[in-house]
């Protein structure tokens, strides 16, 4: 009987270890699914804290003078702006005559300033421009074209710009301009 009860007392304590075993394991389960918040949120990805970069801020020194050829630069650079958006406002299928306006004056006014900017042997050059685009804004301000106008007017513009470009860039224009201290 010795042996039988072994036996029997060998498998109470398999039984036993066994059962633990499976206590431990689905209550642990249990805990993790369960636990405190509800099942949904345990499975569900949470965003990722956003990390805000800071701004890097670099100054520009404007202490320092503007060179003539500078001034030149920006406001030719604001003359072609200008000049494009006339050039889009006068388009037949967009044709915006408020911003037709404003656009030419804008560009005419640069034109002028650039004039102001150089020596007399281009001023000329630049006054036979100003002439031609004065009469041409004289034309817009009063709004006295058709729509079949439109495209001559546009070629005009195209070819004063072209002309512009050629005559009075920039670096075309920077040992004729005025050396004046503003």
Request: aromatic share 8%; proline share 4%.
């Amino acid at each position: 009987m010795d042996s039988t009860q072994s036996m029997r007392r060998r498998k109470r304590f398999v039984l036993f270890l066994f059962t633990l075993h499976w206590s431990l394991v689905t209550s642990s389960l249990v805990t993790v699914l369960v636990g405190c918040e509800t099942l949904q949120k345990k499975f569900v990805r949470k965003p990722k804290p956003h990390v805000r970069l800071s701004p890097i801020i670099s100054f520009q020194d404007y202490t320092r003078a503007m060179t003539p050829l500078d001034r030149y630069r920006k406001h030719y650079a604001l003359f072609d702006y200008w000049n494009a958006e006339l050039l889009d406002a006068l388009q037949p299928h967009t044709s915006n005559p408020k911003r037709a306006r404003r656009a030419s004056s804008e560009a005419l006014q640069e034109l002028k300033t650039l004039q102001g900017l150089l020596q007399e042997d281009k001023i000329v050059q630049a006054g036979r421009m100003i002439q031609e685009r004065t009469q041409l804004d004289q034309q817009i301000q009063r709004g006295a074209y058709n729509p079949s106008q439109l495209d001559l007017m546009r070629r005009m513009l195209e070819t004063q710009t072209r002309q512009m470009h050629r005559e009075l860039f920039w670096r075309k224009v920077e040992d004729h301009l005025k050396t004046s201290n503003w």
